[in-house]
Structures are given as structure tokens and as C-alpha cells.
């Protein structure tokens, strides 16, 4: 028991840190979220991919709360807005509402081929195709599906910082 305390008081906290990050000295409009995002998630009709790579942003690998990123039920508790899938005629009133309900400044993300360009969905009579059809979007995150540090690199530049390196 003494061993595994000492080894542990030695290591300290094991675990990946998130990405380093800084401020992009060529903007010019200081970022209003300071690194922290409330995530509002809004699936338009998709087949779940970008979601399960949504979630996986949630374990222990990824730490979105460590970096600042949380997930909330409430538009009114938002700052970003991901949508996922090619918007359907039917959750067109349902994602102009939940965008209505957020308070300003706000970001609204477009995750993955579908909601980006409709995806293979495009053209078809029961899709609005993108979501920037409905919707004026901030970012567009392309991918089927985007992989975990695709979107966590998107949710970084939503927050008003970049990547270091």
C-alpha cells in the first residue's frame, strides 16, 4: 500500500494535457468565450456517426472538459451550436427555434459531409441539403465522420484559439 502511494505522490497527475494553445496575434477581434463553450448538440437527421465521434470526445482520451467544453440539454445555456445530417423539411422549425433561443454571440458548427453539403443526401426532395441553408454557419467540419481531433480542433477554433505547434 506505502509503494503504490509513494508511486503515486512521485508521478504526480498522469494523464495527456489538452493541446496546447494561443492566441492568434493576427485577429483582431478578441475572442468573447475565453476557451470555455457550452456545446448545444442538434442532430437534423443523420445516421449517428458524427455523434458517436461526438461522445468520444467525452472520454478520458480527449478530456473536452478539461479543455473548457461541456455539453448542455439547453439552447438558452449555449454558446455553440453542432448540427449533424443533411437537414430534414421536418427539423427545419426545430433547429431555426433552438438557434433563436441562444443568446448572442453565438457559433454554429456544421459537422460532417452531410450537414457541411448534404453529403449523399444532397439534391434529394426530403433534405434541405447543408446546413447553412437554414442556418448562417460559423465553421464546417468535414469528415464522414470527422474524427475526434478533427472536432476538437473545430471546437478550439470556435472558441477564438488555435492550435499551438
Known amino acids: 500500500m506505502y509503494r503504490i502511494l509513494r508511486e503515486t505522490l512521485r508521478l ?7 493541446p496546447l494553445t494561443e492566441r492568434d496575434p493576427a485577429s483582431t477581434s478578441p475572442s468573447c468565450f475565453r476557451h470555455s ?6 442532430d ?19 478530456g473536452l472538459e478539461q479543455a473548457g467544453f461541456r455539453f448542455t440539454a439547453s439552447p438558452r445555456h449555449a ?3 453542432t448540427v449533424s445530417g443533411p437537414v430534414t423539411r ?4 426545430a ?8 443568446p448572442e454571440p ?9 450537414a457541411c453539403c448534404g453529403g449523399v443526401f444532397r439534391g434529394s426532395y426530403a433534405v434541405m441539403d447543408g ?31 488555435r492550435m499551438g505547434g
Open 12 to 18: 504526480g497527475k498522469v494523464g495527456e494535457k489538452p
Open 37 to 42: 463553450l457550452s456545446i448545444r448538440h442538434v
Open 44 to 62: 437534423a437527421g443523420s445516421c449517428n456517426g458524427c455523434e458517436l465521434e461526438l461522445n468520444a470526445l467525452s472520454g478520458p482520451h480527449y
Open 79 to 81: 454558446d455553440v451550436l
Open 90 to 93: 421536418h427539423m427545419v422549425a
Open 95 to 102: 433547429l431555426q427555434d433552438c438557434h433563436n433561443a441562444m
Open 106 to 114: 453565438r457559433r454554429i458548427i456544421a459537422i460532417g459531409d452531410c
Open 131 to 161: 446546413v447553412a441553408a437554414v442556418l448562417p454557419v460559423d465553421l464546417q467540419i468535414p469528415g464522414c465522420p470527422p474524427d475526434p481531433d478533427a472536432l476538437l480542433r473545430g471546437l478550439l477554433q470556435a472558441s477564438g484559439e
